[in-house]
């Protein structure tokens, strides 16, 4: 039973960068395999990225080499630090443990935008 609280999301042009963050509760945590998923609208929710609990990563085609999650298991704390941002990465932003999913969070809205 993890609860789950995104922000820093916002607007920002293309080629501008934001960090998310994924504050979560509950025990425990750093166990955890966990993962950044995003919804555009008129689209099904994606997967983005993962970290696990030994911080391996993976990361979807469409963001490699811009994005990077992390995680700090002292805070109870996953996020995602996103470069080079395009217009199609516009989407609600959310956090949760790659499986099982617990009960998602309200998500942080990101806008690439000129």
């Known amino acids: 039973q993890v609860q789950l609280v995104e922000s820093g999301g916002g607007l920002v042009q293309p080629g501008g960068s934001l960090r998310l963050s994924c504050a979560a509760s509950g025990r425990p945590f750093s166990i955890y395999a966990m993962g950044w998923y995003r919804q555009a609208p008129g689209k099904q929710r994606e997967l983005v990225a993962t970290i696990s609990n030994m911080a391996v990563t993976n990361y979807a085609d469409s963001v490699k080499g811009r994005f990077t999650i992390s995680r700090d298991n002292a805070k109870n704390t996953v996020y995602l630090q996103m470069n080079s941002l395009k217009p199609e990465d516009t989407a609600v932003y959310y956090c949760?443990?790659?499986?099982?999913?617990?009960?998602w969070g309200q998500g942080t809205q990101v806008t690439v935008s000129s």
């Open positions: 949760n443990k790659v499986s099982p999913w617990s009960n």
